[in-house]
């Protein structure tokens, strides 16, 4: 049985720094390449940022190229996203998805940008 889950989320002021990870179980991590997304009230889901199986080929979107950074730990089978720089339209439930021949997902977890 696959088990995709994320975690770190919270509440956070503009320009602060959360760290969420994503926790995978049941399925040969290595295999797998893994993907953030996210999305925030009344939207459709969004692209965040994509890394490899082997971390060698990170990919991310516009509005948060050079604010996030995705990693992974294939001893651990968790993927990471280091949020900094933080704005209110990160707002979102961000949600982790292991991708290979089929994709696996997680349940979400919540990311609030307020002061």
């Known amino acids: 049985q696959v088990e995709v889950v994320e975690s770190g989320g919270g509440l956070v002021q503009p320009g602060g720094s959360l760290r969420l990870s994503c926790s995978v179980s049941?399925?040969?991590?290595?295999?797998?390449?893994m993907t953030w997304y996210r999305q925030a009230p009344g939207k459709e889901r969004e692209f965040v940022a994509a890394?490899?199986?082997?971390?060698?080929?990170?990919n991310y979107a516009d509005d948060v190229e050079g604010r996030f950074t995705i990693s992974r730990d294939n001893v651990m089978n968790t993927a990471f996203l280091q949020m900094d720089s933080l704005k209110p339209e990160d707002t979102a439930i961000y949600y982790c998805?292991?991708?290979?021949?089929?994709?696996?997902w997680g349940q979400g977890t919540q990311v609030t940008v307020s002061s």
């Open positions: 890394i490899s199986s082997s971390g060698s080929i990170k």
């Open positions: 998805c292991a991708k290979r021949f089929l994709d696996y």
């Open positions: 049941g399925l040969t991590f290595t295999n797998y390449g």
